[in-house]
């Protein structure tokens, strides 16, 4: 950061995520200091699918693990931390703790409309199950166009556990909403560039204690 290069405020609105064993998407509301449950049909545009970072949980530290957001796994490393410090640095399949409860997560930068009828810059992080199914549904969808819906939950079973993973669907828009979220994305793309790929990843204080907690098999790349 400097005079000719200020530190952009970050535009995020909201950071989302899922709660596999109630099968809700949630959100920590700051102000309320509570977590809010967003009902289905949850509509979402996607600005940019290509980041990764680390969650999940540190037994040994009583602790979330966090880290930064990267957008090459084969190049970028992540700097992996608890509210300890930092626990590793490294590429992902370097990743000791990945052994300790570390786990991957996408961070899905999402356009969401407000109260207003206006698009907003909104956070999606999918981890486990969510993640998942995010990953099956991209497979036969470009998520890159049209709406993204959560029609609604999928009841799985896993052993004795049960949990929740959304199900998904996708309507086309208008050409105004698709430039809308051009223009959102251009925000976006600025703030990211601007913060670079060695800042932690935000998570709003609370957002992490509704991470889904189911873990369905390792996530191929």
């Known amino acids: 950061m400097s005079r000719s290069n200020p530190k952009s405020a970050s535009p995020i609105s909201r950071y989302y995520s899922w709660k596999g064993s109630e099968g809700a998407l ?33 037994d040994k530290d009583k602790a979330y693990y966090r880290s930064n957001e990267v957008n090459d796994l084969r190049t970028q490393e992540f700097v992996v931390r608890t509210s300890q410090g930092i626990k590793e640095t490294g590429l992902y399949s370097e990743l000791q703790v990945r ?32 993640l998942s199914a995010w990953i099956e549904f991209s497979k036969a969808t470009d998520v890159d166009t049209g709406q993204v819906v959560i029609t609604g939950t999928e009841e799985q079973k896993k ?15 208008t050409d105004e909403l698709d430039q809308m979220a051009i223009e959102l994305d251009v925000v976006l793309q600025d703030y990211l560039k601007s913060r670079g790929s060695n800042v932690v990843s935000e998570v709003l204080a609370g957002a992490e204690d509704v991470s889904d907690d189911i873990e369905v098999g390792e996530i191929p790349f």
């Not at 949630?26 to 680390?54: C, G, H, M, Q, R």
């Not at 997560?105 to 969510?130: C, M, P, Q, R």
Request: charged share 25%.
């Open 26 to 58: 949630v959100y920590w509301d700051k102000s309320e200091e509570k977590e809010v449950i967003v009902e289905a049909p949850f509509k979402f545009l996607v600005l940019d699918n290509s980041y990764s970072t680390i969650a999940g949980w540190s």
């Open 159 to 173: 052993g004795a556990t049960k949990y929740f993973i959304p199900t998904f669907d996708q309507s086309d828009i």
């Open 99 to 130: 052994n300790a409860g570390a786990r991957y997560a996408k961070s899905i930068y999402i356009a969401v409309e407000n109260a207003d009828g206006e698009l907003d810059i909104a956070n999606l992080k999918a981890t486990g199950a969510f």
